[in-house]
């Protein structure tokens, strides 16, 4: 199982961006996929997730400013970040499950097993 990152890098306070997640090695539809954060000293922290049929779940902090997608064709996990604040700045990892979630189980890293090496995302003036 190999998930691949792209997108970070640095934005302004109001700025957005949008990443990107690259499967292979499972079969990308019938996955629970999932967006977690992490500042260095803190704990991973739950962003947005989608389930195979689309169904989406996200933080309070992203509620209303993200929006997660998914290309099942293209084996590709979105989320598309708006109105940034300097408080999204962190590591953002994509991830996978092959579990059925309900949509607490979703917030949960220790529900998904696969993970990509993350993106650096920097908000800053």
């Known amino acids: 199982v190999q998930l691949v990152e792209s997108g970070g890098g640095l934005v302004q306070p109001g700025g957005s961006l949008r990443l990107s997640c690259v499967a292979s090695?499972?079969?990308?539809?019938?996955?629970?996929m999932g967006w977690f954060r992490q500042v260095p000293g803190k704990e991973r922290e739950f962003v947005a997730a989608?389930?195979?049929?689309?169904?989406?779940t996200y933080s309070d902090s992203a509620k209303g400013r993200f929006t997660i997608s998914r290309d099942n064709a293209r084996n590709t996990v979105n989320l598309q970040m708006n109105f940034l604040k300097p408080e999204d700045a962190a590591v953002y990892y994509c991830?996978?499950?092959?579990?059925?979630?309900?949509?607490?189980?979703?917030?949960?890293?220790?529900?998904?097993?696969?993970w990509g090496q993350g993106t650096q995302v920097t908000v800053s003036s």
């Open positions: 991830a996978a499950s092959q579990n059925a979630l309900t949509s607490v189980q979703q917030t949960s890293d220790r529900n998904f097993q696969a």
């Open positions: 989608i389930r195979p049929g689309s169904g989406t």
């Open positions: 090695g499972i079969i990308f539809s019938v996955e629970n």
